[in-house]
């Protein structure tokens, strides 16, 4: 018979205060109609001193706070049920997830498997991806030990700071209905444009499984040697169903839809392809990194006065058109129905750029002055921008 959400919840704790067996637990998503004091918490049993307590990491899509619990006094129940919509639990024999629907009722799902448990208290501190995951081993950020190599901390920081941005952006889409809420028979699609050697291709991939969320991911780069070997990687991981890897142009691949499109510091003008293509195939959610930008700052030959102020500078020329670069990203972003915002994010090893593009569509129509001033911005400084260019759609 089917388990109420009460008995489900309480079947939830029991296996987490059966430290014994308990490997680790993840609420993420937020329940119709409420409110959690956090993005996403993590919970798994640690020893110390002796004692084996549970670890609590709080997430709330910036920083993480860490809290050692007794497993035996500790109000389990309560913090399960606080708002959560999804939960998951793994144990050393499977696993059980919850997912509790708008009409409150819970999905439960049982699966067999063998999970290890790991005891150490300072393995994964404020990490968001445990640097044991084989993941980072197999894209070569993680030695054998499954410890983050001194050379690779750059790139690891880069994927946690990108996860911790996707996570609650991801999250707050699917409560206010831009994204559905992804079942197994209708996962969460992503595409990651330009995804040369997957890294966050494969941590976003196997981040939003670890919180329990169904995923097909799909990575696309001009270079097929990305793609045999992302290929390989996936197959080492056993992954292969749900990730899927392309050898094509992003301005001709064949995908044809995608709930999530990813695209870091894709090269100059691929910034602008990436961005078309969600916009012209319905994307809902983009998160772009853009790189090197060429486009503008070789339209930009007349600078209106008094601009020539900065613009008679090499150095500030090239930033401007940046500045420039992406505030016409955005505004053409949204005069196409996406609610538009502009974050700091860490650059990557090839790259200073450290902006990205986070938009969502809503379908909200723009009001009329937000295109009056997107033709003043370009008419003013006498540019076209690639991307309007590339999208198909008018605005
Ligand atoms: C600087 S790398 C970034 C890779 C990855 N997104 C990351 O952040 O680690 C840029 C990647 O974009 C790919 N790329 C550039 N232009 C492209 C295009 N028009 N179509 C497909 N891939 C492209 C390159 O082959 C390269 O692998």
């Known amino acids: 018979m089917a388990l109420t959400l009460d008995e489900a919840i309480s079947q939830s704790c029991e296996m987490m205060r059966d430290t014994q067996t308990f490997v680790r637990a993840v609420l993420s998503g937020r329940r119709r109609n409420m409110q959690t004091h956090t993005a996403r918490i993590d919970i798994r049993p640690v020893k110390i001193k002796e004692a084996i ?3 609590i990491m709080e997430n709330d899509g910036r920083q993480t706070t860490t809290t050692n619990v007794d497993p035996l006094t500790f109000d389990l129940q309560a913090l ?6 999804n939960i998951l639990v793994e144990h050393a024999a499977g696993s059980m997830s919850i997912r509790i629907t708008k009409k409150q009722e819970p999905l439960v799902h049982f699966e067999k ?3 290890k448990q790991n005891l150490e208290h300072d393995r994964v501190k404020s990490r968001l991806l445990d640097s044991s ?5 197999e894209v070569g950020i993680a030695d054998n030990a499954g410890h983050i190599k001194p050379s690779r901390q750059d790139k690891y920081k880069q994927v946690e700071e990108f996860l911790r941005l996707l996570a609650p952006t991801l999250e707050s889409a699917i409560e206010a209905g831009h994204i ?6 209708n996962p969460l699609s992503i595409v990651d444009l330009g995804c040369g050697h997957a890294y966050l291709t494969f941590a976003a991939h196997q981040y939003l499984r670890s919180a329990g969320m169904p995923v097909q991911v799909i990575g696309i780069d001009v270079r097929k040697d990305s793609r045999t070997r992302n290929v390989a990687i996936a197959r080492e991981l ?3 169903p749900t990730i899927e890897f392309r050898a094509e142009e992003i301005s001709q691949t064949t995908l044809t839809s995608a709930d999530v499109v990813i695209a870091l510091h894709a090269c100059d003008t691929a910034t602008d392809d990436a961005i078309a293509w969600g916009i012209n195939n319905g994307a809902k959610l983009l998160l772009i990194a853009p790189c090197c930008h060429h486009d503008l700052q070789s339209q930009m030959q007349n600078s209106p006065e008094p601009w020539s102020l900065i613009t008679k500078h090499g150095l500030m020329k090239e930033r401007f058109a940046d500045l420039l670069t992406d505030s016409l990203r ?6 196409h129905g996406y609610r538009t915002d502009i974050v700091e994010f860490v650059g990557g090893e090839h790259t200073p ?6 938009a969502i569509k809503t379908g909200a129509a723009p009001e009329p002055a937000e295109r009056q001033r997107y033709e003043e911005l370009i008419r003013l400084w006498g540019v076209e921008p690639a991307l309007m260019q590339r999208v198909k759609s008018s605005i």
């Open 353 to 358: 750029r450290n902006l990205m593009i986070r």
């Open 113 to 115: 498997g063998e999970n």
């Open 180 to 185: 559905h809420q992804p079942t197994q028979q």
């Open 238 to 240: 056993g992954i292969e």
């Open 53 to 55: 307590m549970l670890q």
């Open 80 to 85: 399960v049920s606080s708002g959560f919509a």
């Open 330 to 335: 955005a505004q053409i972003l949204k005069l």
């Open 133 to 137: 995951d084989p993941f980072l081993k």
